[in-house]
């Protein structure tokens, strides 16, 4: 009688010690093979959500971005794979090349969502004074 090992007929038991560390592993027996796992999506949905004034600590000049809480609405809805075509052509091949420089994110902020470029001038000369105190 086996009424204390309840996993005998499922799993195989090994231990194994690594310093005073003890590691169980269970393993399933079974004899069918291992079924192909498989992941699906159907459909993609879309949000634009508003380009704001951000407060990153790491952005070393001009003003950081960020998305701010409101969205619009209007969501777009596309299939996975008419979703992976539109958005292939935007791809970056490497992380830097989604970086924008301090006037590019000045230009977005102004043109997209709405601030006056004197708002962004006094917003940015006021956190290059703060990057300045915090660093000396």
Known sequence: DNSNDEFS?????SDSTLSDTTIHEFTPI???KPKK???????CEV?????VVGDHPHCK????????????ERT???STDDFE???SPFRREHFRQLKL???QRKQRLHLVSGYSRSYLDRLDAKRSLQRKTRNA
Not at 9 to 13: A, L, M
């Open 61 to 72: 000049s001009g003003i950081a971005l960020s998305l701010g809480w409101e969205y619009s």
């Open 47 to 51: 949000r634009e959500y508003r380009v």
């Open 30 to 32: 079974s004899n069918e």
């Open 101 to 103: 420089s301090a006037s």
């Open 9 to 13: 007929e499922y799993s195989k038991f």
């Open 76 to 78: 777009k809805v596309y």
């Open 85 to 87: 075509r539109f958005r």
């Open 37 to 43: 796992k498989r992941v699906a999506f159907g459909e």
